[in-house]
């Protein structure tokens, strides 16, 4: 199709998204960010969180020298805090191998922790023009559409065919590239949309092999669906007069280095039915065993919450254990907090609801 790019601009003139704080952007470290925290979040929850992140981190200096603690606090929320660990990474990265400068073509930005290919090509075809597209969810949609590709993309060998074709339609005028790249993800994210999309009034109706075999809805291929797990664990509120037990998420994993109440194994739960987990000692491995062995003035069990995970659902419980005075704990995985000091760590939603909730912060 040799005119999907000038009809893409061409749109974009009357419906590009507009306001979006990262929008308009040649600054790499500004550019990188946002697709970062676009990846598996939503533009709503980015735009607030975007600016408050560049607030506290305004450039890769400040980011790369900032503790892992500190980043991983400003991410608590957004969820897949792996993406904020490799972005501490790279960071580290830029400003040791690379002088703090970002490289200038995608291949090179593609080999950094975190940017994938399709990252890659965002960065380097908007800050520096290179004539490479970019294929993240929405541009897989819209392209399998107007190709009337109705096969799985799980193979390397059909994601490399989908890369060539997007590549195929980029511009001839490398100077076109920030505003067609920002038109694919505006036509992706609010025209040809997973439900409903706007086919009517499209530009490229007439070009689109799914709608012209009424299509649309089967492209693009829908794999099965990943059942979802429900599981159960305990937590346990540790606290004394004015300070919280914490313990250190492993790095890997879920709310994977944020500080979370000790934890007992997860186990498989039912929907309808939440078993009460006795405390033992079994249960919490790492938690040094004279914690749980120090007679406490009280124990309550809260009531059980949810929350709700991409492929699997936490039912928690949360027992209070109020000790009369500190033990003191020789492992950097566990740390008494102030009560006052709980805004500065990082700590998964959940706890931090728990927290509101109790009245604590």
């Known amino acids: 199709m040799k005119d999907f790019a000038s009809k893409l601009l061409e749109w974009h003139k009357q419906f590009g998204r507009s306001g979006l704080p990262w929008q308009n952007q040649k600054d790499p470290y500004r550019v990188w960010l946002s697709e970062i925290m676009l990846q598996q979040t939503q533009v709503a929850t980015v735009k ?13 200096e400040k980011l790369a020298n900032a503790s892992e603690d500190e980043v991983m606090k400003l991410w608590a929320g957004m969820g897949y805090y792996t993406r904020a660990r490799n972005l501490h990474a790279c960071a580290r990265i830029i400003l040791q191998k690379h002088n703090g400068v970002f490289p200038n073509n995608s291949a090179s930005l593609n080999e950094l922790p975190g940017i994938g290919r399709s990252t890659a090509a965002a960065i380097a075809s908007f800050c520096f023009g290179e004539q490479v597209s970019i294929l993240d969810a929405n541009v897989k949609r819209l392209l399998t559409r107007i190709l009337g590709l109705e096969f799985s993309f799980k193979s390397k060998k059909s994601q490399e065919e989908l ?11 490398s100077k076109d590239m920030p505003i067609y790249t920002q038109a694919l993800m505006d036509f992706g994210a609010t025209f040809c949309t997973p439900k409903n999309p706007k086919c009517s009034i499209c530009v490229f109706q007439k070009d689109c092999i799914a709608f012209q075999k009424d299509k649309v809805h089967l492209i693009p291929f829908k794999e099965k669906k990943v059942d979802v797990k429900s599981v159960q664990s305990e937590m346990l509120f540790i606290r004394t007069k ?16 944020l500080w979370c109440f ?4 997860w186990c498989d739960a039912s929907n309808t ?3 009460t987990l006795e405390l033992g000692v079994e249960q919490y491995s790492e938690l040094p065993i004279e914690v749980l062995r120090e007679p406490y003035q009280t124990s309550t069990l809260l009531k059980p919450r949810k929350h709700v995970f991409t492929h699997r659902v936490l039912y928690f419980q949360v027992r209070v254990i109020f000790l009369k005075e500190i033990i ?34």
Not at 329 to 358: C, H, R, S
């Open 48 to 60: 607030d969180r975007y600016v408050e992140f560049l607030d506290i981190f305004p450039n890769v």
């Open 163 to 173: 890369w060539l074709k997007a590549n195929e339609l980029v511009p001839k005028n």
């Open 242 to 257: 004015d300070k919280l037990l914490l313990q250190l998420r492993p790095s890997k994993g879920i709310w994977g280095g």
């Open 262 to 265: 000790p934890e007992s194994q």
């Open 273 to 275: 039915e939440i078993k």
């Open 328 to 361: 003191e704990i020789k492992n950097d995985k566990f740390q008494w907090v102030n009560f006052a000091e709980l805004n500065n760590i990082g700590m998964p939603t959940p706890v931090k609801n728990l927290l509101d909730d109790y009245e604590v912060v």
